[in-house]
């Protein structure tokens, strides 16, 4: 039985973070669902050039993420009879990358108004791994209050925060969104090799730099 993992993009600024987790998961050989909110669109096309639309999107989301799509599939984020809006629709899990804070409200709050929130919402219901990962600074209570409920119904809370060991001060900005990547990737049990692991070197110096 297919049982894909849902990558749902939606409208905050981080859609290089959504390519990278996508081109992860296809490296892996894992199986996605994509759901690209109307928003997001708004934002692929201002941060990368790429148009995503629901009639041609083999061809635009192969552009988008220049590869073989192997097995992906597309839904229309307008679309709430689609499988993912199930809980019987067989699933392994969902990213949302990057998360707006309009989408961690909707989702916190069950408001389903696209097929990414509800899709969001079901995966949570089922207690399936569901990994969060929203992009804004600074934050508002309201939106930190959002993130609280996510996390208490399970999901995992992951900000863009890349992590600069291994690549240093010179990290190129592709190292930097791979960081993310990889830990969403990690977050989701998936392998790869995004980014290079502390290995714990340092904790072999002083904080003084002595032996």
């Not at 209050?145 to 208490?152: N, Q, R, T």
């Amino acid at each position: 039985m297919r049982t894909p993992w849902i990558v749902g993009v939606s409208g905050a600024s981080g859609t290089p973070y959504a390519k990278a987790v996508l081109n992860g998961l296809l490296d892996a050989g894992e199986a996605v669902d994509l759901v690209v909110s109307k928003a997001a669109r708004l934002t692929l096309l201002d941060e990368t050039g790429a148009t995503v639309r629901d009639a041609h999107y083999k061809d635009d989301v192969r552009q988008w993420l220049g590869r073989d799509l192997g097995d992906l599939t597309y839904w229309a984020a307008g679309d709430l009879a689609a499988g993912p809006s199930s809980g019987s629709y067989p699933a392994k899990g969902m990213a949302v990358v990057p998360a707006s804070t309009a989408a961690c409200a909707g989702i916190a709050i069950g408001l389903s108004k696209d097929l990414l929130q509800r899709a969001a919402e079901v995966n949570l219901k089922e207690r399936r791994r569901t990994v969060v990962v929203p992009r804004e600074t600074p934050v508002t209570r309201s939106h930190l209050e959002h993130l609280i409920a996510l996390h208490d119904a399970g999901a995992v809370v992951l900000p863009a925060s890349p992590g600069f060991y291994g690549s240093g001060a010179e990290a190129t900005a592709g190292q930097l969104v791979d960081f993310v990547a990889g830990k969403v990737l990690d977050a989701l049990g998936v392998p790869h090799q995004l980014f290079t692991r502390w290995a714990g070197e340092l904790n072999q110096r002083s904080p003084l730099g002595g032996p």
